[in-house]
């Protein structure tokens, strides 16, 4: 059976009360059925719900998510332990050791491993041939020696990871029909939640595991499947009656959580999207509060507009809790996050949001405002002296510290003048620096010195779009933005940073706080009042998205942003981002022509 569902009609509690229904109504045996979820946290939540739902009476039905449940099947069939499972740190530095080997180039470590790992997982998640695959990191060649050694050092080590679980499982059931039978017999009633969020080496494994019985109970909203990034496919919830003979489906049509006008600009927006189910939802509660759309100048302007509704609102006895700020990127909420602690207010971040000023373009614009202020630090100037591209060598730089004349010296020594020119140019423009404010400074070292010109060879190097670093640059320009000087900049940077370490450190015990959430965090959840901020073009949809199913997929994160409003939905856009003129989102006007007009 296949149920098809809206946001907010209840899918736990149609999973966990079928569930009891099983046992209680037909003396199913606890221990036949196997539900399983995405998250350890959704199966965990599950799990609890369901045995409430039975008086707290311990049960011997299996909730897990899809790993947990492949890796109790695979300890059973090779003896693999907790132990063969490889640990984050461990993938991390195995990758290190690879970029080494091959003296890949990168900015950010970090980031640079996180994107390849995450293109490891993608080629085995969705079966694609490597033969066939495009890195979007590094040249096709280079990933697929990448990929064979991190395989190498997996089969060394005795280890397996998450997508080959996945992996593993199927092999396992195709070439050992005793065992497949074995599993069949054991769970001849599944259950999935979530079912818009598989993929296709998870849905072979569970339709072998149905075998021919396919007494499979899938829950889901196609609408709400936004993980295509990661290999999730929404088509396999839309061909489920052709797949699986015999299917039915039912559609849980009533929204509890929201207002009927919430309900109704959603629908609006996501029946834009032409690859999916069409269906009519309704709601449950009446239009009693509506969808406000606001526009306003910039961003500070927009984050003022928020702080000044939570602080009205907790004057009036309203919590913190009520309220959630969500938004598309986790680079996003920075400026909002500063503000709201210039005002006290408490927030918490359901995602890591990184440190502007711990990016390491941030990193070369300090060095160079510290070269200006005076630094002959040798580690100031090997950060900055080929950004951009000087051709000056290490070499050239044997001393802790650093003399411009000296410097110039060795390459007229080294008959190398125009290295020398370099030099003198630099040493001109970090004396140009000097003189400036930090917002000027930026400035010059963007366009006078040439940085943008670095950070667009370096784009084009690591096949990222030049425009994701020059959002940076826009940003760091625009926090510096009304200092007089670079001390004043430095100590507002040191300040955020300390507020920020504090606040991770601390945000675990402040439940009394506003969540600040991204799109995709935000799955699941519910709030009374609902701001989706920045939602212009570029940023809802992502500048990224490009093809239909790109949009598609925008769409749907749209969709869910929406629908995690239970009273108030606050639609804003701004002018102009970062000093730059901002369109609309095509999504507001997608979600309803009757939304009132721009107030501000
Ligand atoms: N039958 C019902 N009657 C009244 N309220 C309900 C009913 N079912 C669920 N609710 C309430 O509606 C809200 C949404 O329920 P729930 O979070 O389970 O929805 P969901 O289908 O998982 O939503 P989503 O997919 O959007 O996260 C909750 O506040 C829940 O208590």
Redesign the pocket.
Known sequence: MLVL?????????VITERTRHLITEYGINPANILVITFTRAAATEMKERFLRLMGGKSSAVTFGTFHAVFFMILKHAYHYQAENIIREEQRVSCMREIIKRHRLEYEDESEFIAALLGEIGLVKNSGISLDHYYSTNCGEEVFRRVYSEYHEYLYAHHLIDFEDMLLYTWELFKERKDILAAWQKKYPYILIDEFQDINQIQFEVVRLLAGEQRNLFVVG?DD?SIYRFRGAKPEIMLRFEREIPGTKTVL?D?N??SQANIVEDALNLIGHNKERFQKRIRA?LPAETGVEYAVFEDQRKENLRIIRDICDAVERGKSYRDFAVLFRTNTQPRLLMEQMMEYNIPFRTRDRIPNLYEHWIAKDIFAYIRIAQGSRERRDFLQIMNRPKRYISRDSLDEDTVAFDVWEWYFREAEQPWVAERIVTLEHDVMQLRRMNPFAAINYIRKGIGYDEFCAEYADYRRIRADELYDVLDELQESARGYEDYDGWFAHIENYTRELERLYQSQEKQSESVALSTLHSA????YENVYLIDVNEGVMPYKKAVLDQDIEEERRMFYVGM?RAKKYLHLFSVKQMNQKDADISRFIAEAGERLSPPCR
């Open positions: 569902a809206g946001p907010g009609s209840g899918k736990t509690l909203d709400q849980l009533t509890y959580r449950a799955k699941g959840l519910e629908t």
